[in-house]
């Protein structure tokens, strides 16, 4: 469960002990430079997930739920 404030209001969190990261995988035909390059693509992310809410805010990026 990643640490959000919102969740932070019902949930009581402990200090973090590992980082999660996000990683994008593509074809390797695929130019991805910037963000706004994966905003032209379509992205399958876990529904409510903060995968969801990040890539969700990405300049158009459509996703997939």
């Given at each position: 469960?990643?640490?959000?404030p919102?969740?932070?209001?019902?949930?009581?969190?402990?200090?973090?002990?590992?980082?999660?990261?996000?990683?994008?995988?593509?074809?390797?035909?695929?130019?991805?430079?910037?963000?706004?390059?994966?905003?032209?693509?379509?992205?399958?992310?876990?529904?409510?997930?903060?995968?969801?809410n990040?890539?969700?805010?990405?300049?158009?990026?459509?996703?997939?739920?």
């Amino acid at each position: 469960m990643a640490m959000t404030p919102e969740r932070a209001k019902s949930v009581q969190y402990s200090k973090p002990y590992i980082a999660n990261k996000i990683s994008v995988l593509a074809e390797k035909n695929l130019s991805i430079k910037s963000e706004a390059d994966v905003g032209k693509l379509s992205v399958g992310v876990p529904k409510a997930s903060i995968q969801d809410n990040l890539v969700s805010k990405i300049a158009g990026a459509k996703v997939l739920r």
